[in-house]
């Protein structure tokens, strides 16, 4: 490991179930596996290698994310499963998001996304809240802190295009402010209305929820640009009054625009991504004058296409370095990019950050982290220290 310990910002909790707990559950209960239902089939089916289409990306959701969609129990262990791959990297504090809607069995049982997987939910058939599934998450959480040492807190996504689900994730932010909930994102700022209409269409005929998941996972939908939602502006908004902390989703696959309109309408505190905002040299120069964070992602970046969209020579992730900007490194996604943080350090690495450069990234993220003042407070402490570094609060 070239930097230990280490803070984590930007990862969907979804994005980051285990294959082999993915596998187990997708057996046991029965549903579709692909190929010819080996385990290398799945991993084949689920692991993007080469950038490629939103199709191809959200085929992988579609095969292992019905494992645990609906279940309690599965999305109970998923969390705690996820602190242990956490303290297995040797990350000492992380912010783990996900959209509560998007593991409830209605909301994605009859989309044709998931047809081939919808049979035995429908069998189960027990309904369940969202804050049941908040609380799932919570508990598994509590559970793998005690166990690994890892301390994790939640970011609860809204998605773009549901807009109907912003208030209520609000809600449960507030109601879980002291529980382990720390913040608020939206994802999908920038994707159009309609992803594409094409490709596999006989299997994926269910537009919205297509939307919904290139939305919440990536943002990098080259269509159209959509208007803000109302809803979500005065979510946003009652959040910042409320002090319900917010990230956005932006910068990605949209122009830089998305990410001043995520600062100034959303209030973000933080950009995930955002790699684009290096189009826009006044917006740039704004976010290096306040020192707003970026959460980067290498390996996704690069698989989404969102940093060939930007063109730049030189990944946006050491522009960033060179001009002193805040950011942050994670991993996203890593069941479908099949890396872990010590994988995306070492890409960084490969471009040219050093290990200060890689520690300050960490500093910077705990810095910008919605962790309660003390724990931020002592996370600060034990990475100065473990860096050999002067606390420089
Ligand atoms: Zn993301």
Request: charged content about 25%; glycine content about 8%; proline content about 4%.
């Amino acid at each position: 490991m070239l930097v230990t310990p280490k803070v984590e910002l930007h990862v969907h909790l979804d994005g980051a179930l285990k294959h082999t707990t993915a596998w187990e559950l997708l057996k046991k209960k029965n549903l579709h596996l692909p190929g010819n239902g080996s385990y290398e089939a799945f991993l084949d089916s689920i692991i993007v290698k080469e950038p490629d289409s939103l199709m191809t990306f959200l085929r992988g959701f579609g095969i292992f994310l019905p494992a645990v969609i609906g279940d309690l129990e599965a999305i109970e262990r998923m969390s705690y499963e996820f602190c242990e791959s956490a303290a297995e990297q040797g990350v000492i504090y992380v912010e783990a998001r996900y959209c509560p809607f998007l593991l409830m069995p209605d909301s994605f049982t009859e989309a044709n996304f998931l047809s081939q997987n919808t049979g035995n939910h429908e069998k189960n058939g027990k309904q369940i809240s969202t804050k049941e599934v908040v609380e799932a998450v919570n508990k598994g959480f509590q559970d793998g802190e005690r166990q690994f040492g890892t301390i994790a807190r939640t970011i609860l996504c809204c998605i773009r295009g549901k807009p109907e689900w912003s208030k209520e994730i609000l809600d449960l932010c507030i109601q879980f402010k002291d529980q382990g909930v720390v913040g608020i994102d939206i994802a999908g700022d920038e994707a159009g209305e309609k992803p594409i209409p094409g490709e596999e269409s006989g299997e994926l005929i269910d537009y919205w929820r297509i939307a919904c998941c290139a939305n919440y996972f990536h943002t990098f939908s080259p269509i159209e640009l959509r208007m803000l939602d109302a809803e979500d502006i005065a979510v946003f908004e009652k959040a910042a009054e409320l002090g319900i902390h917010r990230t956005v989703h932006a910068g990605e696959a949209g122009p830089a625009q998305m990410v001043w309109k995520a600062l100034t309408v959303l209030k973000a505190e933080r950009i995930g991504h955002g790699y684009r905002v290096l189009e826009d040299d006044s917006i740039y120069n704004h976010c290096l004058n306040k020192g707003v964070h970026f959460e980067c992602c290498p390996t996704s970046s690069m698989l989404t296409g969102s940093v060939s969209i930007c063109g730049t020579k030189t990944h946006p992730i050491m522009r960033f370095a060179q001009d002193g900007a805040s950011f942050s490194i994670s991993t996203d996604d890593p069941t479908v990019t099949n890396t872990n943080l010590s994988d995306e350090y070492a890409l960084c690495a490969k471009w040219g950050l050093t290990i200060a450069q890689l520690q300050e990234t960490n500093i910077n993220a705990m810095k910008n982290s919605f962790a309660e003042p003390s724990i931020k407070q002592s996370i600060l402490e034990k990475l100065y220290s473990a860096y050999g570094l002067k606390n420089q609060n």
